[in-house]
């Protein structure tokens, strides 16, 4: 799975603490069998990053904090943080039925995000979108 490029006008972090190339250990739990994969660092941003709750365009359960969305893939976000409870609509095409989806910001963190690429259950993900400074340390 490939998650494709970072959004356009998104902008690289000039000094992050894991720069392209850091091998990394995840400690993030959005999807299974991501915590504790070992990843390599493709890109860090500096960007305002949010959990939002939405309901797919394509019907079913509404999503509850899906970790995470970048300021650049919210349509008309501006270059301001956005308030925890605005509503927005998304951009991002993490996930069937998430572009042009309603949503709610449930939190944000200014932290540095990443994008990487990681291994988990033999499927190779490349580019996912998005893991915070916090979600990672170095791989031991």
């Not at 970072?6 to 990394?24: L, N, Q, R």
């Not at 301001?80 to 927005?88: F, I, K, M, S, W």
């Not at 309603?102 to 499927?123: C, F, K, R």
């Amino acid at each position: 799975m490939d998650g494709g490029p970072a959004p356009e006008g998104i902008e690289k972090a000039a000094s992050p603490k894991y720069p392209a190339g850091t091998e990394v250990t995840l400690t993030a739990d959005h999807m299974e069998g991501m915590d504790g994969a070992n990843a390599t660092i493709v890109g860090a941003f500096d960007t305002y990053t949010y959990a939002v709750n939405f309901t797919p365009t394509t019907g079913g359960d509404p999503i509850k904090d899906h970790k995470w969305v970048v300021q650049e893939e919210i349509k008309d976000a501006g270059d301001q943080r956005l308030a925890d409870g605005t509503e927005v609509t998304l951009e991002a095409e993490h996930m069937e039925g998430m572009k042009g989806a309603q949503a709610t910001i449930a939190s944000s963190t200014d932290e540095t995000v990443y994008m990487v690429d990681y291994e988990s259950d033999g499927m190779t993900m490349t580019n996912h979108k998005w893991v915070v400074e916090s979600e990672i340390k170095l791989a031991s």
